[in-house]
C-alpha cells in the first residue's frame, strides 16, 4: 500500500488546461476590444505578454535556478490581464515595467505560481496607476484608436472619471453592453465579459459564488445610495456596467491562488470585494475601486481560509 498526502480524488483539470480555458474566455472581450481600439490595443497587449513571458524565464533561468514553466500558461495569462486593465494609448514601455513588477514582484518574489499571495496582473496595475496617473487615466476615445493611430488616438474621460468629478454623463445601455465607451479596453464590453463568464461556468474553470456575490453587493450597496438620494448617485445597474467591475469579478478575484477554498469563505470573499468597491467609487479619492478591493481581500484570505472551514469527517468533536 503506498501512503502519500492528499488530495487523493483526481480529474482531468490541469493547470495549463485551467489557464487556457481562461484565455478562451477573454477571447470576445478582446475582439470587442480590437474593434474598438484597433491597433492601440493589439500593441499593448504584446507587449504585456512578451513582458511578462521575458521576465518569468529570466527569474527562472538566472536568479532561481529552476526550471522553465512558461508551458502553464500562467505567466501568458498574467500578461493577457495586464494589459486589459491597461489603456490602449499606454507609452510601451510603461507597459514593460507593469508586467516586469507583475511577475518579478507580485507572482517570483514569493516563489512562483501558488505562492503569491496577491493577483500578479492587478500588483502591476496597481503599481502603475500609482507611479504614472496622468499616463493611466488618459483613456482612447472608441473608434478613434483605430489601426493607423496608437499613442496620439483622440483621447477623453471615463463615465466613472467624470462622476468623480461630479459630472453625471451616463452613457446610452447599448453603449455600455457592447463596449462602446472609455475605459481599459478589456473592461468596456459587458456582454463580451459575461459570455466569457458563461463559458468558464459551464466548463467548471470556476464557480459562481465570487463573481455573483461581487455583483449582488455592488448592487445592493449602490442600490440603496441610489434609493437614498446620495450626491451623484446613478443606477446601481450602470456601476455594474461600467469600470472594471465586470472583469474583475470574473477574471481577477477569481484567481485560484488568491482567493479562499471554501465555498461560504468565497461568499464572504465576493462581499467584501463589493462593499469595498462600492465605498471607494461612492466616496473615496479614485473613480473606480475594483482592483484595490480585490488586493485588499486577497490578504484577508488566509483569515478567510483560517476560520471558514469544510467540515472534517472522522474528527471527534470535544464537548
Known sequence: MIVSPSPHIHNNDSVRKDMLNVLIALIPAYLVALYYFGFGALCVSLIAIASCLLCEWLIQKFLLKKPCSLGNCSALLTGVLLSFNLPSNLDWWIVVIGAFVAIGIGKMTFGGLGNNPFNPA??????????????????????????????????????????????????????????????????????????????????????????VSIIITVFAFTGIYYLCGGNNAVSPCVHLLTGGLLLGAIFMATDYVTSPMTKCGQLIYGIGIGVITSVIRLWGAYPEGMSFAILIMNAVTPLINHYVKPHRFGEVVKK
Open 122 to 211: 492587478l500588483v502591476g496595475r496597481v503599481f502603475l496607476l500609482v507611479s504614472f496617473p496622468a499616463q493611466m487615466t488618459t483613456w482612447p476615445r472608441p473608434l478613434q484608436g483605430n489601426w493607423m493611430r496608437y499613442t496620439d488616438a483622440e483621447t477623453g474621460a471615463t463615465f466613472l472619471s467624470k462622476l468623480n468629478e461630479g459630472i453625471i454623463e451616463i452613457p446610452k445601455y447599448t453603449d455600455m453592453l457592447f463596449g462602446n465607451i472609455g475605459g481599459s479596453f478589456g473592461e468596456v464590453s459587458a456582454i463580451a465579459l459575461l459570455v466569457g463568464f458563461i463559458y468558464l461556468l459551464c466548463t467548471k474553470t470556476i464557480t459562481w459564488h465570487i463573481p
